[in-house]
């Protein structure tokens, strides 16, 4: 069975910090890597993914995350954070099942930004 | 163009209750997802259709819940007899093969049971 674990439950931080979210992954085969967000009042969606290839990802909004397999992580980064990235962060995992076991979710990390 | 909606939005229903809740995928998406959301468990998988089809339903929590999706567009999660440990938000997500392909969210559908 896949799992996935978010260090950080809440986080906070002023605008222009740099930022890391933690994310550990447990899964046995190839394994496919997400990170989704949800803005206050908005659905999740999908901030970068990774697949293969390059282990640095990048995706929306200046996010990128780096793939190291010898650790089991995906941490997602963002050099200088603003006010607007206020939102509850999700790192997932997919087997290559072909999707029909669905997405795994980490427990979240709600980050504030403070201005 | 339109994305994923979720009916109702909010949902407050008795102990022992049946509700049904519906799911409005992006069209021309083959794939469709439920999952839920809550303070316990977090995101949890529930079950997946290709097309019509359910492959896996062991993701459903009990048998108290079921899926069903006609035309391979609309579709329904029935919860039997509500228990209060139901109360979640209930999410659907499509994509437009299933597998890899991007997942799109709708807003969910917040169930409380009293």
């Known amino acids: 069975a896949q799992s996935v674990s978010q260090h950080n439950h809440h986080v906070i931080l002023s605008e222009a910090a740099s930022l890391e979210l933690g994310c550990n992954y447990s899964?046995?085969?190839?394994?496919?890597l997400f990170w989704y967000v949800q803005y206050p009042g908005q659905h999740l969606q999908l901030l970068l993914k990774?697949?293969?290839?390059?282990?640095l990802v990048k995706g929306i909004k200046g996010f990128e995350a780096e793939f190291i397999k010898s650790k089991f992580s995906f941490n997602l980064r963002k050099p200088s954070v603003q006010w607007s990235d206020t939102a509850e962060y999700f790192c997932?995992?997919?087997?290559?099942?072909?999707?029909?076991?669905?997405?795994?979710f980490g427990k979240g990390t709600h980050l504030i930004i403070q201005p | 163009g339109a994305g994923v909606s979720q009916s109702p939005s909010n949902k407050v229903t008795e102990k022992g209750k049946d509700v049904e809740l519906r799911c409005d995928p992006i069209?021309?998406?083959?794939?469709l997802y439920w999952y839920r959301q809550s303070l316990g468990q977090g995101l949890e998988f529930l079950i997946y259709?290709?097309?019509?089809?359910?492959?896996?339903k062991s993701g459903l929590p009990s048998d108290r819940f079921s899926a069903e999706r006609t035309g391979g567009s609309v579709s329904t999660l029935t919860i039997q007899r509500t228990q209060q440990e139901d109360s979640a938000v209930y999410l659907c997500?499509?994509?437009?093969?299933?597998?890899?392909?991007?997942?799109?969210f709708g807003p969910g559908t917040r169930l409380t049971v009293t």
């Open positions: 997932a995992v997919m087997g290559s099942g072909g999707g029909a076991d669905g997405l795994t």
């Open positions: 259709f290709q097309g019509n089809s359910a492959p896996d």
């Open positions: 069209s021309g998406h083959t794939a």
């Open positions: 899964y046995g085969g190839t394994v496919n």
């Open positions: 990774y697949f293969s290839g390059d282990p």
């Open positions: 997500a499509s994509s437009l093969a299933g597998g890899l392909s991007e997942q799109y």
